[in-house]
Structure formats: C-alpha cells, structure tokens
C-alpha cells in the first residue's frame, strides 16, 4: 500500500504571459520600423550623431525584451506541463 496520495493536476495557465510576451516582441519590432522618431542628428552623445546611438540603444533594449518574452515562455511552458502531470522532458511524472 502507498503513501502517497495521488495529486489532481491543476487548472492549465491562462494565455496572459503569452499575450504579454507578443506584445513585448511586438514593441521590440515595431519601434525601430519608426524611423521618423530617429532620422535626425541631434542630440549628439559624445560626439556621436543620435541615429547611431540611438539606433544602438534600440538593439539593447530589444535584446532585453526578447529575453523577457522567452521568460514569460518558459514560465508558460513550466506551469502547463505541471497541470499536465508531465516533466521537463515531456513523458509522465
């Protein structure tokens, strides 16, 4: 006879973090498309024209928002396989 009691799997997460993540990667392509917000020279920031900096800051803050996105993925991902019963690989707990 077990111990154990068997677990009833838990309600499966709703699509929030998904939506949230489209939306996050959605705004990392979009802005740089803006070219009128960023088609000028001044302000300079040491010397360097703003379409260059500011085109350079654009490539940081999108890295950072797609690491955003692929967090809010995996934590999707994570809670759906646990209402699932599954594990990390994909076969039954």
């Not at 111990?3 to 499966?12: I, L, M």
């Not at 088609?39 to 360097?48: C, F, K, V, W, Y």
């Not at 692929?70 to 019963?85: C, E, M, N, T």
Request: charged residues 15%.
């Amino acid at each position: 006879m077990s111990d154990r009691t068997p677990t009833r799997p838990s309600a499966p997460p709703g699509p929030g973090r998904l939506i949230a993540a489209s939306v996050v990667l959605a705004v990392a392509i979009t802005v740089p498309m803006l070219v009128w917000t960023y088609a000028r020279t001044s302000p300079e920031l040491g010397g360097i024209p703003f379409f260059f900096w500011y085109q350079f800051l654009l490539v940081v803050v999108s890295v950072a928002m797609t690491a955003i996105a692929y967090k809010l993925v995996v934590s999707h991902d994570r809670d759906r396989r646990a209402a699932q019963g599954l594990d990390r690989q994909g076969g039954d707990a």
